[in-house]
């Protein structure tokens, strides 16, 4: 079963090759002129990634050494997404199924992350949570097989790569800001600045990270109120203790709440996953404080952390040995409900 999946959910253009299993491709190009924005530009992306599908679907095939011909299922994000760059890939993805006469699966993107560490070995046993943690989402998911889940907890406001990509502009860092403050916490003082722990106890399973980012606002108006205009003005190590108090504030919410789920749900095992999974503080502490607690915790392998379409053919593959036959009519969506039901139905 050879499996070519496509992913154009919102500034990078993927396309992957697996066969049998095993990956053989994963060329992920990223639009970076989006930088000079301070965001991302729906219609620029969209537009870039007109440009970038074929060649891109062109360099796996090459790269996975392969010829259209044998693909037996492609895989496209459906979404969520920004819908013009969705449809790019979708409808690419759809072209290329009818006309080899081989079925189309419509993938969620965040369902795709969820399974991210199932492209390593070893990777979790069902069932599991799952810890997604992107640039849009921020969920706990019990996973108790393909196409069976429930959200156990969500954001209530900011996603938490959206309170590093907010902090980060605040401090003068490019886009996305979640590299950089990641690089500087590591050479900060994470006790610093005592930044809130918001709802970390709630008593449910939510999140919310917008008080937070308020809080490095109120932090940097209050001590530094130059810097908002002129980021020059705050020195590097006082910048390098705001990034680790702030990053320390982050993870220390996630792990907890995501410590607590697991011993509520009686999972032994944990997958991080989404572009804040690259984070190497939230990588080693819940790898660490999971060990204490005798549970496995998986990361995704760094190729695998942000958007790329080896996630894609990874879960169409597994769908589609669950029975899923996919269809040419899967529409894209900006938006869906977290537990994902109607994408896998
Ligand atoms: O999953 P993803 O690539 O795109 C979405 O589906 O949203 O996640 C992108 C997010 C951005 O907010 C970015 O700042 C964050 O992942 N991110 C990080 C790191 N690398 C990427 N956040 C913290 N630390 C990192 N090392
Ligand atoms: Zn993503």
Same mark, same amino acid.
């Given at each position: 079963?050879?499996?070519?999946?496509? &992913?154009?959910?919102?500034?990078?253009?993927?396309?992957?090759?697996?066969?049998?299993? =095993?990956?053989?491709?994963?060329?992920?190009?990223?639009?970076?002129?989006?930088?000079?924005?301070?965001?991302?530009?729906?219609?620029?992306?969209?537009?870039?990634?007109?440009?970038?599908?074929?060649?891109?679907?062109?360099?796996?095939?090459? &790269?996975?050494?392969?010829?259209?011909?044998?693909?037996?299922?492609?895989?496209? @994000?459906?979404?969520?997404?920004?819908?013009?760059?969705?449809?790019?890939?979708?409808?690419?993805?759809?072209?290329?199924?009818?006309?080899?006469?081989?079925?189309?699966?419509?993938?969620?993107?965040?369902? =795709?992350?969820?399974?991210?560490?199932?492209?390593?070995?070893?990777?979790?046993?069902?069932?599991?949570?799952?810890?997604?943690?992107?640039?849009?989402?921020?969920?706990?998911?019990?996973?108790?097989?393909? =196409?069976?889940?429930?959200?156990?907890?969500?954001?209530?406001?900011?996603?938490?790569?959206?309170?590093?990509?907010?902090?980060?502009?605040?401090?003068?860092?490019? /886009?996305?800001?979640?590299?950089?403050?990641?690089?500087?916490?590591?050479?900060?003082?994470?006790?610093?600045?005592?930044?809130?722990?918001?709802?970390?106890?709630?008593?449910?399973?939510?999140?919310? /990270?917008?008080?937070?980012?308020?809080?490095?606002?109120?932090?940097?108006?209050?001590?530094?109120? !130059?810097?908002?205009?002129?980021?020059?003005?705050?020195?590097? !190590?006082?910048?390098?203790?705001?990034?680790?108090?702030?990053?320390?504030?982050?993870?220390?919410?996630?792990?907890?709440?995501?410590?607590?789920?697991?011993?509520?749900?009686?999972?032994?095992?944990?997958?991080?996953?989404?572009?804040?999974?690259?984070?190497? &503080?939230?990588?080693?502490?819940?790898?660490?404080?999971?060990?204490? &607690?005798?549970?496995?915790?998986?990361?995704?392998?760094?190729?695998?952390? @942000?958007?790329?379409?080896?996630?894609?053919?990874?879960?169409?593959?597994?769908?589609?040995?669950?029975? =899923?036959?996919?269809?040419?009519?899967?529409?894209?969506?900006?938006?869906?409900?977290?537990?994902?039901?109607?994408?896998?139905?």
């Amino acid at each position: 079963m050879t499996v070519l999946g496509i &992913e154009s959910s919102c500034d990078e253009t993927s396309a992957a090759v697996l066969r049998d299993g =095993a990956l053989l491709a994963n060329i992920i190009s990223s639009q970076f002129f989006h930088h000079a924005y301070g965001g991302i530009v729906p219609e620029l992306a969209s537009r870039a990634h007109v440009r970038a599908i074929v060649p891109i679907i062109r360099e796996a095939l090459a &790269e996975a050494g392969i010829s259209l011909r044998e693909v037996d299922l492609v895989a496209a @994000t459906q979404g969520p997404g920004l819908i013009g760059s969705l449809l790019v890939g979708l409808n690419t993805g759809k072209a290329i199924a009818s006309s080899l006469g081989v079925p189309f699966l419509g993938v969620h993107h965040i369902e =795709a992350h969820m399974f991210s560490t199932f492209l390593s070995d070893p990777h979790p046993d069902f069932p599991f949570l799952s810890l997604v943690v992107s640039g849009g989402h921020t969920l706990l998911v019990h996973v108790r097989g393909v =196409a069976d889940y429930q959200t156990v907890g969500s954001t209530i406001d900011d996603a938490a790569g959206e309170a590093f990509d907010k902090v980060g502009k605040m401090l003068g860092f490019g /886009f996305p800001g979640g590299p950089e403050i990641d690089r500087r916490a590591a050479l900060g003082a994470a006790n610093a600045i005592p930044f809130p722990r918001p709802l970390l106890d709630s008593g449910d399973f939510g999140f919310s /990270f917008s008080g937070l980012k308020t809080s490095v606002l109120y932090y940097l108006r209050k001590h530094h109120r !130059d810097a908002l205009q002129d980021h020059s003005a705050i020195p590097d !190590d006082t910048l390098n203790d705001i990034c680790a108090s702030f990053q320390r504030a982050v993870t220390d919410v996630l792990i907890t709440k995501t410590l607590r789920a697991a011993d509520a749900l009686g999972v032994r095992d944990i997958a991080l996953a989404g572009g804040v999974s690259a984070n190497r &503080e939230l990588r080693a502490r819940l790898t660490a404080a999971g060990a204490r &607690e005798g549970r496995r915790v998986f990361v995704p392998d760094a190729a695998f952390t @942000t958007d790329n379409a080896a996630m894609i053919a990874k879960l169409a593959s597994m769908r589609h040995a669950h029975g =899923a036959v996919g269809s040419l009519h899967a529409p894209a969506f900006a938006r869906v409900s977290p537990d994902m039901r109607h994408a896998t139905a």
